[in-house]
C-alpha cells in the first residue's frame, strides 16, 4: 500500500463526453488534481510533466490504443513504476487477462457510475505494494 493518499490522476481518452465525466467525479466527488490527455502520441510528455500518483488509460483510442501506450510508458524510466489502471468497454476475460498480463494495477469498466469512481480508484490504490 502506498504511503500517501491517491491525489493526481493522469486520464488518457478521446472521448471529451467521457473526459467530462471522469473529471468531474474525480475533482468534485474524490477531490483529486486531474490532468486529461486527448492525444495518446502526446501522453507519454504529459505525463511526465504531471507527475500523477497513477494513470488512467482507455483501451480504445485512435493512433494508438492504451495497451500500446502502456507497453510504452514501461520502456521509459520516468513512467515505468506508475500504476495504471484501464477503464474501457473491453471487459472480456481475455481481454482483462491480457491488461493483468501486462502488470496494470486495476480495470474500471464502462459504463461506470460517477459517484463511486473516486473510491473504486482508491481502493485499487489501497491494494498496490
Known sequence: MPDRPLNRICYVEDDEDIQRIV???LERVGKMTVEVVSDPTLAIQAITEFKPDLVMLDWMMPVMDGP???RQMKLRPETS???????????????LDELKSLGA?????KP???KDLPDHLRAIWTKLP
Not at 81 to 95: D, G, N
Not at 105 to 109: L, V
Open 23 to 25: 473529471r468531474m467525479s
Open 81 to 95: 513504476a506508475l500504476p495504471v489502471v484501464f477503464i474501457t468497454a473491453k471487459a472480456s476475460s481475455r481481454e
Open 68 to 70: 500500446t501506450l502502456f
Open 105 to 109: 494495477a486495476g480495470t474500471i469498466s
Open 112 to 114: 461506470f457510475n460517477p
